[in-house]
């Protein structure tokens, strides 16, 4: 089993930056796959940003060069840097690690960005 804790989330003004982190614990392949996911009220979760072991990443177009994702393999922790947020940024983002083949998912932290 894997454990995964959020951080970082809360209220910013648009143009703002927040930085969200998650460490996983548990039995962790040294393979796979970290990521942030959100989910808009009344829609499905969908993603933000992906990272592998090996420093691949992939974003969603929206964020491209507003959002980071970076980890720490020596720590099983990923981050993901908010700069420039907006309003439509607003959502509730998840931590997400595919491990052995399985999927894990975090509580979720709220993110809300006012105007």
């Known amino acids: 089993q894997v454990q995964l804790v959020e951080s970082g989330g809360g209220l910013v003004q648009a143009g703002g930056s927040l930085r969200l982190s998650c460490a996983a614990s548990?039995?962790?392949?040294?393979?796979?796959?970290m990521g942030w996911y959100r989910q808009f009220p009344g829609k499905q979760r969908e993603p933000v940003a992906t990272?592998?072991?090996?420093?691949?990443?992939v974003y969603v177009d929206s964020v491209k060069g507003r959002f980071t994702i970076s980890r720490d393999n020596a720590k099983n922790t990923v981050y993901l840097q908010m700069n420039s947020l907006k309003p439509e940024d607003t959502a509730v983002y998840y931590c997400a690690m595919t491990n052995l083949g399985y999927d894990y998912w975090g509580q979720g932290t709220q993110v809300t960005v006012s105007s």
């Open positions: 548990g039995i962790i392949f040294s393979i796979n796959v």
């Open positions: 990272i592998t072991s090996g420093g691949s990443t």
